[in-house]
């Protein structure tokens, strides 16, 4: 499980961070199974979740920023005046 958390926190940073959140995910079962049973892997399983939250903090970070910069443009094209409505 350690080594699937950290092959999809690193294949999130391609596929826009979905992998990633299953890479959390294992990651933390990952820990808690090497705690329980005292296996070896604990710096894969580590390194998984850091790799997992980095790319989900990225990527939201992206959506939210390339979202707000289309929600604005949007709000820019819904205000520019109509000038067929003027009369002259």
Known sequence: MAV???VLGIIGLVFCGITSIPGVILGHVALSRIKRTGEEGQGMAVGGLVTSYITVVIWVLCWII???MILTLIGIAE???????YQY
Not at 79 to 85: C, L
């Open 79 to 85: 205000t520019v005046p109509d000038y067929d409505t």
């Open 4 to 6: 699937a958390s950290l």
């Open 66 to 68: 390339f979202g707000g």
